[in-house]
């Protein structure tokens, strides 16, 4: 009689890939469609429009001359009428969101970035307490009211509230999704998948200036892409519990119904399935529970801030996550004011997702990473300088394409770099603080994202030479930074904080 073998991987017995997988890896990536749709809309709900005042003052058209309209405004103006050839309804003239109110429209999107960063850390504690897919029914029903109270929304502050609420039911499904993906496919596919998962926010990217050009009412555009999510609710129907919850949680049963359904789909044996569940079941139920309480009372980020070499990487890594984030949303968010039509910037910016998410993928195998981030920072510094001289403000055809080529360009590298450093950072920290050092770095980049929206207001005062300084002024710095994170390209990762110090310290010249 042939013997069973030993089963210590669910992917033992379902396979690291097949259709089953398939299913789970193509819903968790369409969705994220409506994750570009949510974030980036702000470009197209709250664009830079005229307007000008109908006080008997003069036909004075702002957007052409700042300091003119500043004066209007300090000159208590009370009737404006707004530009709509492109645009019929915005929340900039809805609510007239202009003079003392002109901030209510970055902070609107800030407050998304808020509701963002609040999400990952609460649907991270509900997902891991009650499961990926009831979090996924809870956020993604919660997300579509949301959408249509953001729709609906009498007044700014309405907004603003469900705004906040959808930012957080967004980052929770999105985490929940990333989860059930790298839980569900075999070691051999993870780093793989873990880059193809961006392609759904790529393509929403790309899709979002076609909506907001055929629905050019701000309420009509969040109604499109909102209400389609119903048919990712049914979708959701035929999605599987995690195999490696249920294993974490001791829920057999559960465990054995989606073995057995992954089994059949991926058209796998059955033949000893019943013998292969009893060696899953006992190869995970051996371990010490008491080492890992142990081992878990350690892993925490003050261990990190104790110790010198990881202290110093920390903070680079912080403040790198912040910079990425910070020019990546800068300019995403702001691709409008560099010049030319605004749709069709928008989606060469989105095209641009697609090479960004799979060149590092390619880039990583042969370059190290220290090297490698610290070129794609440089150069993307340098690119945000070299649109100065074309002029910041003028219209002329010589000018803008040469402004928004070397800009998209500078986008191009920083989203290579952003997609490098969540690889990167997984490296640099040791096992038993790798998901804290993440989640903490990840932290700090929402910070980035929540001051970005600001830079439209800065454009309106200061120009977009002052804002394109920063970008590459910060930037630049950071690629300086990064010369002092460790190597990690062929290095064997750390497990504890003794061996990521050793890691560090070879490494530090």
């Known amino acids: 009689m042939k013997q069973t073998p030993n089963v210590r991987q669910v992917t033992d017995i379902i396979g690291e890939w097949g259709l089953w997988q398939l299913n789970v890896v193509m819903f968790s990536i369409t969705i994220q469609i409506f994750l570009a749709f949510q974030t980036l809309a702000v470009s197209f709900y709250a664009p830079t429009i005229s307007y000008r005042c109908t006080d008997n003052i003069s036909n004075y058209t702002t957007g052409n001359d700042n300091q003119t309209s500043y004066d209007y405004c300090l000159n208590g103006c009370q009737n404006w009428t707004f530009d709509k050839s492109v645009f019929k309804s915005t929340i900039i ?3 007239h969101l202009i003079c003392d109110r002109q901030g209510l429209a970055s902070l609107t999107q800030s407050l998304f970035m808020i509701g963002w960063a609040l999400g990952g850390i609460i649907f991270g504690i509900l997902s891991d307490r009650f499961g990926r897919k009831p979090i996924l029914w809870v956020t993604i029903i919660l997300e579509i009211m949301a959408g249509l109270s953001s729709a ?23 985490l929940t999704a990333f989860m059930l993906v790298t839980e569900c496919v075999g070691s051999k596919y993870r780093a793989t998948l873990g880059v193809i998962f961006q392609l759904g926010w790529a393509l929403g990217y790309c899709l979002l200036p076609g909506v907001a050009y055929l629905l050019p009412n701000f309420r009509h555009m969040i109604l499109a892409t909102t209400i389609p999510e119903v048919l990712w609710l049914v979708w959701l129907i035929v999605i599987p519990e995690s195999p490696r919850w249920l294993i974490a949680h001791r829920k057999w049963d559960q465990l054995e119904l989606v073995v057995k359904r992954a089994v059949k789909i991926n058209s796998l044996s059955m033949n000893q ?25 350690k892993s925490n980020l003050l261990a ?5 070499n990881l202290r110093r990487t920390t ?11 910070f020019v990546y949303y800068g300019i995403s968010l702001n691709i409008g004011d ?22 590092p993928l390619i880039a990583i195998k042969y370059i190290g990473r220290r090297p490698l981030v610290a070129g794609l920072m440089y150069a993307s510094g340098l690119s945000c300088l070299a649109v100065i001289p074309f002029g910041s403000m003028t219209t002329t055809t010589t000018t803008v394409w040469p402004r928004i080529t070397i800009a998209l360009i500078g986008k191009f590298f920083i989203g290579c770099s952003f997609n490098i450093i969540y690889v990167y950072t997984a490296e640099v920290y040791p096992t038993v603080v790798r998901q804290v050092g993440v989640g903490t770095c990840s932290m700090a980049s929402r910070v980035g994202s929540m001051i970005a929206p ?16 920063i970008f590459g002024g910060l930037s630049i710095a950071d690629g300086v930074s990064v010369h002092f994170l460790p190597e990690t390209r062929g290095q064997q990762i750390a497990d504890t904080i003794d061996e990521a110090e050793q890691l560090n310290r070879r490494n530090k010249k």
Not at 155 to 163: A, D, E, G, K, L
């Open 273 to 297: 399935i019943n013998s292969q569940m009893q060696s899953l079941i006992k190869s995970n139920t051996s371990c010490c529970d008491e080492t890992i309480e142990t081992n878990s009372s």
């Open 315 to 325: 903070l680079i890594m912080f403040f790198t996550w912040f910079v990425n984030s």
């Open 93 to 95: 003239d809805e609510w």
């Open 338 to 359: 560099f010049g030319g039509n605004l749709f069709i910037n928008f989606l060469i910016a989105g095209l641009i997702e697609f090479p960004s998410s799979s060149l």
């Open 152 to 174: 609906l929304a009498v007044n700014i502050t309405h907004f603003m509230i469900s705004r906040t609420v959808l930012g957080m039911l967004a980052n929770g499904r999105y």
């Open 454 to 469: 600001f830079i439209k207001d800065l454009n309106v005062y200061t120009g977009m030479s002052v804002v394109l300084t």
């Open 304 to 308: 990190v801030f104790r110790s010198p």
